[in-house]
């Protein structure tokens, strides 16, 4: 875990991808999407992003998006599985 960070929040180690491992374009879900699905705020995602936790993202043309199997190991992590 990185200095300073609550035990608390979520951590995944690895917080960007690699472009050669750049997700199919349809697969990518925006912030707004995926705060909506975790119940938070894009505010929060942006946060994570920063800190280097939460879901995995990519930037595509400046802007952020999670790939869809990002976001799915992330709620995998976080709930151990629980739908």
């Given at each position: ?26 697969s ?39 790939p869809r199997?990002?976001y ?12």
């Open positions: 875990m990185f200095e300073g960070m609550d035990e608390n929040q979520p951590n995944h180690s690895s917080s960007r991808i690699a472009a050669d491992q750049l997700p199919n374009v349809a990518l879900l925006t912030p707004d999407q995926v705060a909506d699905a975790l119940g938070t705020t894009t505010k929060t995602l942006a946060n994570w992003r920063s800190r280097r936790t939460g879901p995995a993202f990519v930037r595509v043309a400046g802007r952020v998006y999670y199997s990002a799915d190991a992330f709620w995998l992590e976080q709930t151990g599985g629980a739908a």
